[in-house]
């Protein structure tokens, strides 16, 4: 089963960019991400591994934001990112 189909906590939101456009993943991605509380996750899915991505997000939020993956796997990508306080 892929992470990304499974229940999740309360505070954990599932962000799936397999259907969102590549030309507005990256905006839809911030504006996810900014709308979290801290202690909120984003569970992020996606088809391939998303370096260029994690090196944006490293270079726009900081320490703000845990990045760790739950699934890495050639088509099935799954990280969390946690909104720290």
Do not use: W
């Not at 504006?31 to 909120?40: H, R, S, T, V, Y």
């Not at 490293?58 to 993956?69: D, M």
Request: include cysteine.
């Amino acid at each position: 089963m892929h992470a990304c189909d499974q229940p999740t906590a309360e505070a954990l939101y599932p962000f799936d960019a397999r259907g969102i456009a590549k030309r507005f993943r990256h905006a839809a991605i911030f504006g996810a991400l900014d709308a979290l509380l801290p202690g909120e996750t984003m569970r992020f899915c996606n088809d391939h591994d998303p370096l260029p991505l994690l090196g944006q997000l490293q270079a726009r939020y900081g320490q703000a934001v845990a990045i760790s993956y739950v699934q890495r796997e050639p088509g099935a990508i799954v990280i969390d990112f946690a909104k720290l306080a």
